[in-house]
């Protein structure tokens, strides 16, 4: 449960926050416009959207041009005639061939207080579009491809995790935000253009709303990707204390788990997510932060779904290097420029197939050779397989004095202290090996602030000295990974017990098994679809720019998954039937009596079967990468060389 409190920033005036975007509008779709006025409702009058709200301006969207903005309510009664929708945010608007289309924010739930604002996560959007006579207008090769864009841009609202806040720049972690703050100019600002761009989940849906003027901008929600867990009220030893766990999830490359992997031109990278852990005293005495980050390999390379349950990895022609280096070096600058050192922690099996992408690693940072950038190489499944996971000490011995040296954002009773290096931590997914690394770093860091504050003694851990925090702990660090799993995945954290209890378990590994059958349905069968999603709410495909459908293409083949369903139950209906013949089989061989040629019948079909889903998996095989749903938008960013 969530109580009002003032958790991740105390009562420090940096970050007490008045309400900076409209919380209520009341929603009106004419023939002509959606018109958007913020609600003001007298308590005693409840929530009736039946009348105006306070005569306050209005912004305007144009349904046929998209053009937005600012004015005076209508003078006549047009609007009193229909009935409003009470919505708690706008995202923006997104322009197609027949028009603008608005999204908005029709249910939230709060799920936290940070800095002095209430957290909602959208528990649902409204898109709302054109009318049908402007669709039917469309040129009959538009009319496709505005039907498939328009599902997949609900699609992409459909995505969970999105964080919102009224008055709180939630994009930027505490330490970048009480710096913002410090500036009256900036401060000043809408807050909207004080978030960080980088993790602006609307930012491409804003533009229209965000260039019609300040006075509109109240009307946006600025919309963070990732995850968010929190508690208050928590006693330590007699101190009253606050936890949070933030994830931002970067935009740059945003994507799905096959799809996208490494980095792109501009030295994004795949799976980029920055995690804060924040501990505030609840009498807002103190305050401390921790930053860590992981994302892709930041070097070209892909890993494109073709029905192999592992699929190889692919890197660039030799004679490309040079751009695959440019694109680390790009990402490397662009991580010094935020945290100013580097140690970067890269978890992949040091044999088999991954062995490649350590090598390539490894080879661009001594290439890069810059003296803040450090890096470490454990691999993981061999250090800590068998259940060895108490050999995680072997890697904090390593990353230890990095830590310390350039500790963490604190503020108060935590001493006064800036975070100067960040820890970059991924294995191949950067999820499951990613997530139970920086949980474990975490952990450490959090056990010294403690200590630090006189709750902990000595070497004490949480475990030993805050038993009813333990796991509480633990159960935050495993939602918190199932969250950006479930984003880039399609499903939960595999070794997601460790994490919650510390050890591994039979249901654990059952679990695991059920996530990667899962995984591996939604990475080749479902991703294509998510993928183009994604990357048409996020701007990283221009409608605009497309003089013909992208649909017409016979990229994509929708016979993979029926395919893989009949080769499935195939071989599952031959096995059955040969397994359930064997035992009356041999007695009839042992006793060369009668009824042979029944069980041999119901045998022969059970061959037939079991070969036919053979012929099936040999042909899925061969052909995979064309059966398999591949994105349509942005194909060209899946090897971006």
């Given at each position: ?6 958790a ?21 779709c ?13 308590k005693?009058?409840g929530?009736?959207t ?9 912004l ?59 957290v ?23 009319h ?42 900036v ?22 709303i965000s ?18 867990k ?32 490494g980095?792109?031109?501009s ?31 930041p ?11 592992k699929p ?18 790009r ?109 474990y ?5 959090l ?23 333990e ?14 799993s ?13 994490v ?20 591996y ?35 994509t ?7 893989f369903?009949?080769?499935?139950f ?5 096995v059955?039937?040969?397994?359930r ?20 019948s ?14 099936l998996?040999?042909?899925?095989k061969l ?19």
């Amino acid at each position: 449960m969530v109580e009002n409190g003032n958790a991740g920033g105390g009562r420090n005036p940096a970050f007490m926050a008045d309400p900076l975007c409209h919380n209520q509008i009341l929603l009106w779709c004419t023939e002509e416009a959606f018109v958007l006025q913020p609600a003001n409702f007298p308590k005693a009058m409840g929530k009736s959207t039946t009348m105006l709200s306070k005569l306050t301006d209005c912004l305007y969207v144009d349904r046929k041009s998209g053009h937005v903005r600012v004015d005076k309510p209508p003078a006549d009664q047009t609007l009193r005639q229909l009935k409003p929708l009470l919505v708690y945010g706008c995202l923006g608007v997104v322009q197609f061939h027949s028009g603008p289309y608005l999204v908005v924010v029709t249910k939230r739930e709060k799920v936290a207080h940070l800095h002095g604002s209430d957290v909602f996560e959208i528990k649902k959007c409204v898109v709302l579009g054109p009318t049908e006579k402007q669709v039917q207008g469309l040129k009959r090769k538009f009319h496709t491809a505005e039907k498939k864009y328009a599902q997949l841009l609900k699609m992409a609202c459909e995505e969970k995790n999105l964080y919102f806040t009224y008055a709180s720049d939630l994009t930027l972690n505490t330490e970048r935000m009480a710096n913002i703050l410090r500036s009256p100019d900036v401060a000043s600002k809408p807050l909207f253009d004080r978030q960080e761009r980088s993790f602006l989940w609307n930012y491409h849906l804003s533009k229209k709303i965000s260039a019609a003027g300040v006075d509109a901008k109240p009307f946006l929600v600025p919309v963070m990707a990732g995850s968010i867990k929190q508690r208050l009220g928590l006693d330590f030893n007699g101190s009253t204390v606050a936890f949070t766990l933030v994830a931002r999830r970067d935009t740059g490359r945003v994507g799905t788990r096959y799809w996208r992997r490494g980095a792109d031109e501009s030295g994004a990278v795949a799976n980029y997510v920055e995690t804060e852990q924040i501990l505030a005293l609840s009498d807002g005495s103190g305050l401390a932060s921790f930053v860590q980050c992981r994302g892709s390999i930041p070097i070209f390379w892909s890993q494109a779904p073709n029905i192999k349950y592992k699929p190889g990895f692919m890197f660039p022609p030799v004679e490309k290097n040079h751009l695959s280096q440019l694109a680390f070096d790009r990402h490397i600058t662009s991580l010094m420029e935020r945290f100013n050192k580097i140690y970067a922690i890269n978890l992949v099996d040091q044999t088999r197939s991954e062995r490649h992408l350590e090598k390539a690693y490894r080879d661009a940072v001594k290439r890069n050779g810059h003296a803040d950038l450090a890096y470490y190489a454990f691999d993981f499944h061999k250090e800590c397989g068998h259940m060895r996971y108490s050999r995680l000490s072997k890697l904090w011995g390593e990353v230890r004095p990095f830590v310390f040296e350039h500790s963490w954002y604190a503020l108060g009773v935590f001493g006064d202290s800036k975070q100067t290096g960040v820890v970059r931590t991924n294995c191949v997914d950067c999820l499951d090996r990613t997530n139970v690394v920086q949980a474990y770093i975490a952990r450490k860091v959090l056990e010294k602030q403690l200590v630090g504050l006189g709750i902990l003694r000595g070497n004490q851990t949480i475990e030993q000295n805050l038993p009813e925090f333990e796991p509480l702990y633990r159960f935050m660090w495993g939602d918190h990974g199932d969250d950006i799993s479930c984003h880039y995945s399609g499903t939960d954290a595999l070794k997601r017990d460790f994490v919650r209890t510390g050890k591994r378990t039979k249901k654990g590994m059952l679990g695991d098994l059920k996530n990667s059958g899962m995984r591996y349905w939604l990475n080749n069968y479902y991703d294509g679809v998510r993928q183009d999603a994604l990357d048409l709410f996020l701007g990283h495909y221009d409608v605009s720019s497309e003089p013909e459908s992208p649909f017409q293409r016979g990229k994509t083949s929708k016979n993979g998954k029926w395919l893989f369903l009949s080769a499935l139950f195939s071989l599952l209906g031959g096995v059955i039937r040969i397994i359930r013949n064997v035992p009356k089989i041999s007695s009839a061989l042992l006793k060369r009596g009668n009824g042979f040629s029944d069980d041999y019948s119901d045998l022969v079909h059970g061959f037939i079967l079991v070969t036919l889903a053979g012929s099936l998996a040999f042909y899925l095989k061969l052909q995979g990468k064309k059966l398999v749903e591949r994105p349509q938008l942005r194909f060209d960013q899946v090897m971006p060389w």
